[in-house]
């Protein structure tokens, strides 16, 4: 449901609560209950004597949490306390306040703390107030120190201070995360050495104007899963249209962005493991696991048509033990036997693929995924989850990258080199690139951290910048700053950039390489981009009119579709957009063009394509703090700003 009904439902609460006949037991006029706005101003005032926080019902996200706050707070100031009492003031107040509206009494005065029957009496409906700001956790806070301190007479008992100071503070870091910024950890690899794993950043959303939640209704200062008991943490009943607020600047090219990943709209959940499978691309999965289902179908087939002959000549000679040798084939798994089985028959796969990725969608949202190796041919391990969910812009994952290419801007990449508008794009400090290097004798790993800043391995990981490609070459990722020094220590040393492409020349694609355009960016079967050479496109903008045909179609589904909400049929006498044959289409968002600094370590805009503008978070601009996972705290890092 829309959140203007909500807001016309706040504006049409005082009448239905009847406050111009309670506002009169309260000293206050009548007419004030009358005024939009102002009413609410007055009952922050009798309810909890804080008006101000009235102004706090405008920002989505804490406006209905602010309205059971005033409603609860009023009818206490009339006698309600209980259980009961607190939990139609915060869900369902209208009884209470037509009973209030009813009554000649005068409100109450101030609850006298040192009233033993007074404290009884609200004792519970506290303990609800306090369940509701932050479930066990504030209970163990308060009551913990309760145990430990002296109650002293006349003073709020501990539940009750607890829980008004720790709403109030949820409240209020819940309006800096969501507008002003918000942190962020890195967990990845992807932007060294511009960020390390184990950074801890400062999200700047003033910058580009902050989103207005369009899932208002969620547990306040989580992302999309409530950590521990692993639950979703919002609720589609509300929900609001896309809405940026202003900001100081738009996103600049170059600028390192936190965004909603945008290939995360479809999900596959599995609460056991937050950040395993959830958030992952979808739909490069869904191709992994159709070619899966594929191989697996057809070697299965060929083995059992091969055995059953073999067994039944077996049986025919009397040969028994034969017969359960070739039995036990049956169980093992043979790679080479995939790979040439997709060697001889991938084109038979490329004509059924539609149908092998609906196959393979059905095995997903049934819960049960196998384990990918992008397009390899690996056997593969069984796994069981909770299936796939949707999940609105503002819940998808949080992932951050370089902007490399703003709307209207031509994009290419040629032997690993970025190119923008025909000139080689900005080559950050801190960007890795990925070299071939011969011909040099490296020291001690101890050195060539200190000396370089190059690890060889990583955790209990091969993962580093550096590691042996047969016997006497190595392959490196390097900085310009880290690739000069060695260049300067190792003269005569070889060092190629690593631009090598899986496509040669002219020739015909094969079955192989056809599969392996899904793997990127527009993840069909007859467009060639790879990580290190990407076709010639232009970024979309808003306003743009293209034409559209079957030969570019693909780079622009998931904008039309996904991001854009039409509906696109492709039929053999043409396109056809929400039910109209058409050939071509006018852009109603800005899109960008993202990148990982840690060019060949980087999931980004070279596999999921186009970053629309409503997923745009923030401006990564401090690291407040850095860990690292093995050396501890990197204090050189310590509130750096991010360039």
């Keep these: 449901m829309n959140i203007l ?69 009023y009818i206490r100031k009339f006698g309600y306390y209980s259980l009961g009492d607190t939990a139609q003031g915060i869900f369902f107040p209208y009884i209470i306040m037509a009973k209030i509206a009813q009554s000649k009494d005068d409100f109450l005065p101030e609850t006298n703390w040192a009233n033993s029957k007074e404290l009884s009496e609200r004792e519970w409906g506290d303990h609800l107030a306090l369940f509701l700001t932050l479930p066990v956790i504030g209970h163990a806070l308060a009551l913990g120190i309760g145990a430990v301190t002296r109650h002293k007479p006349g003073e709020k008992s501990k539940v009750k201070e607890w829980g008004d100071s720790l709403m109030f503070a949820l409240v209020a870091a819940s309006i800096i995360r969501t507008y002003v910024f918000e942190p962020f950890q890195i967990p990845t690899g992807s932007m060294e050495k511009t960020l390390l794993v184990g950074d801890f950043l400062f999200v700047n959303k003033l910058a580009y104007g902050p989103k207005v939640p369009v899932t208002p209704m969620s547990y306040p200062l989580v992302h999309n899963n409530v950590p521990w008991v692993n639950i ?54 869904v191709n992994d696991e159709a070619l899966y289902y594929w191989r697996t179908n057809k070697l299965n087939t060929k083995r059992r048509n091969i055995l059953a002959n073999r067994i039944a000549d077996s049986i025919k000679n009397n040969n028994k033990t034969q017969a359960i040798d070739f039995e036990r084939l049956n169980s093992v798994s043979n790679e080479m036997a995939n790979q040439r089985i997709l060697s001889k028959f991938g084109g038979e796969f490329i004509k059924e693929i539609d149908f092998w990725k609906n196959e393979a969608r059905k095995g997903i949202n049934s819960g049960v995924t196998f384990c990918r190796g992008g397009m390899s041919y690996q056997i593969q391990d069984r796994i069981e989850h909770k299936g796939t969910i949707f999940r609105p812009v503002d819940k998808r994952e949080n992932y951050i990258k370089r902007c490399v290419g703003t709307p209207g801007d031509w994009l290419e990449i040629k032997k690993s080199i970025l190119y923008i508008n025909d000139k080689p794009a900005f080559v950050s400090p801190t960007q890795n690139l990925q070299y071939f290097v011969s011909n040099v004798t490296l020291p001690s790993k101890d050195v060539m951290i200190e000396k ?62 056809k599969l392996a355009n899904l793997s990127t960016f527009p993840k069909d079967l007859n467009i060639v981009n790879d990580i290190r050479n990407f076709q010639k496109f232009q970024i979309p903008f808003k306003g743009q009119t293209i034409k559209i045909s079957e030969s570019n179609i693909a780079w622009f589904r998931r904008i039309i579709t996904a991001y854009e909400g039409h509906t696109l049929s492709e039929k053999v006498d043409g396109i056809y957009i929400d039910g109209k044959k058409v050939d071509e289409y006018t852009f109603s968002m800005d899109y960008y063009w993202l990148m990982g600094d840690n060019r060949y370590n980087s999931a980004d805009s070279r596999i999921w394509g186009f970053v629309p503008q409503d ?29």
């Design 615 to 643: 997923h745009i978070v923030g401006k990564a601009s401090m690291v407040w703090f850095s860990k690292d996972p093995l050396q501890g705290i990197r204090w050189e890092r310590l509130f750096n700003f991010i360039k």
């Design 452 to 513: 370089y800043g190059l690890e060889k391995h990583r955790g209990n990981t091969e993962r580093g910048d550096y590691h042996l490609n047969g016997e006497s070459e190595y392959i490196m990722q390097l900085t310009l700053s880290q690739l000069a020094k060695l260049k300067a220590t190792y003269p005569d040393g070889k060092f190629e950039l690593d631009s090598e492409s899986f496509k040669q020349g002219d020739a015909p694609l094969t079955d192989s390489q």
């Design 232 to 285: 979703k943490s919002y609720i589609g009943l509300e929900t609001c249209e896309y809405t940026r607020l202003p900001g100081f600047s738009d996103v600049q090219r170059n600028d390192v962005v936190v965004f909603n990943y945008p290939s995360g709209d479809t999900a596959i959940y599995d609460p056991r493991v937050p950040q395993g499978l959830m958030g992952h691309d979808y739909h490069g999965i």
């Design 5 to 73: 009904y909500f807001y016309i439902f706040l504006l049409v609460h005082p009448y239905l609560a009847m406050w111009w006949r309670s506002f009169e037991q309260a000293g206050h006029k009548s007419w004030e209950a009358l005024i939009p706005g102002y009413n609410y101003f007055i009952a922050f005032k009798i309810g909890c004597k804080k008006p101000w926080w009235a102004l706090l019902m405008v920002f989505p996200a804490v406006h209905l949490v602010m309205w059971a706050v005033a409603n609860t707070s």
